[in-house]
């Protein structure tokens, strides 16, 4: 299988997709001072992202990783990342405490049975700090920071306003393109997830850019309306 490479989602956005067993996405966003990466990606993908970002950089080095959340599928190279790059690494301040191994996330009471069986993998950032502890309102590189708790208890979503994109980490997946919740064993509280579907259908964008399954363009808020208002019906 031929390595994955970035392809341009809109102006100012590629995805690099990782064909993990659930494939999932890295974002890297072009602006005038440079670049910033959105999710470092899957465990053993550390060579591929490092690679693929230098090659659409033309070997300039990001100078900001931003996590969406923590979970191992997206924070395989963050300590790669921090180590070669000296990145400036930025997450929600709930979700710092789940990075650097202060707390794990099986310690948290879960609607799932599973998920304290699953959430065994080391904590991305061990043993380092998050730079940068994002709070709702902030606005970081030109996106703006919204939280987004359910999956994950600092999940955050980030709204690319120029380009009218959406970055929601794990808040939605598309898995065969249908537009639906995070899955299930991995996330603690699915309630709190559908409440912050709910806040995210609010905000003003075009393209939903979903970590998990194909972005979804030109539509992606009216999808995410209509996924929000079935389950006012039921």
């Avoid at 997709?17 to 001072?33: N, T």
């Avoid at 202060?102 to 730079?131: E, K, M, N």
């Amino acid at each position: 299988m031929p390595n994955p490479s970035f392809a341009q989602v809109t102006p100012h956005i590629f995805k690099l997709e990782l064909p993990f067993f659930i494939p999932v996405g890295v974002w890297l966003i072009k602006q005038d001072s440079g670049w910033t990466v959105i999710d470092a990606g899957a465990p053993e993908f550390e060579d591929v992202v490092i690679k693929e970002i230098l090659k659409l950089t033309g070997g300039e080095k990001p100078h900001t990783l931003i996590l969406t959340h923590g979970h191992y599928d997206h924070g395989g190279a963050a300590l790669r990342m921090l180590n070669a790059w000296q990145v400036r690494v930025a997450a929600g301040r709930a979700e710092e405490p789940f990075l650097t191994g202060a707390s794990r996330y099986r310690l948290i009471p879960a609607d799932h049975l599973l998920y304290p069986l699953i959430q065994i993998s080391p904590p991305a950032l061990f043993g380092r700090s998050v730079h940068l502890p994002l709070d709702e309102g902030m606005t970081l590189n030109g996106l703006e920071v919204y939280a987004a708790p359910g999956h994950s208890p600092g999940q955050v979503a980030l709204l690319h306003r120029r380009d009218g994109a959406l970055i929601c980490g794990d808040a939605f997946t598309n898995l065969k393109n249908k537009l639906g919740d995070p899955l299930a064993p991995f996330t603690y509280d699915m309630d709190l997830a559908h409440q912050s579907q709910a806040r995210l259908a609010e905000l003003d964008f075009e393209h939903l850019l979903v970590s998990h399954g194909p972005i979804i363009p030109g539509e992606g808020l009216k999808r995410a309306k209509a996924l929000v208002a079935s389950r006012k019906k039921k």
